[in-house]
């Protein structure tokens, strides 16, 4: 650790550090996590500044999550604030390591775990808008056919979601599928030449800002 501590703190400069057993950590800086990291470790700490304050920190603080690492016990009785904590803290604000035992660069790494971030976002719209669970299936067959329907269906929404940024729509996937449910399609008959032809009404402005996603020549517009 004294070797990051030691490395001059600048954006995209990584530190490759080499285990005995082939593994490796990949630590990086950004003046962005810095000053993340420097205020929520200063409002934690002001809370607790301020409970010990008014005298009312006590032992039990010092189980809880959160900021509790600042805290000392003395006499096993006092409890108060260790700034000195607090300073040394400060030493790895900015800093973020991710340990792995792949051949990637450390770039490819962060980058890697920095997009994170899209997989769980696709769990929770998987599990959420998709509805993956609750499931009433109790055959394994009908259980994998109900996940890889899912699935496809979040490829679908996904592939949506890039076209709707890559046209720059200022709708999101949910808003766009909430107006196209407003779509209406229609059938006119034209006796002279005794057939239908079918329509599709676009009838507002948001049906008209997302009509070029639906493939079709027949737009009716009122």
Known sequence: MEKIIATEHRNGVF???KYPDG???IVGYSDERAKKNAHDREEGVERLRKRYAKGTLTKADINKRGYNKFLSVSSGVTVSVDEEKVKHDAIWDGLKGYKTNTDLSPEEVYEAYQNLWNVERSFRITKGTLDVRPMFHFTPRRIEAHVCICFVALKVYKELERLLKQSGCQYS???VLRIAETVVTIEIARP????????TLCLTKEERAISYLIETDDWLEL
């Open 15 to 17: 530190n490759d550090i």
């Open 173 to 175: 996937v949910d808003e």
């Open 23 to 25: 593994d490796r950590l």
């Open 192 to 199: 002279e030449n005794n057939d239908t032809v079918t329509k």
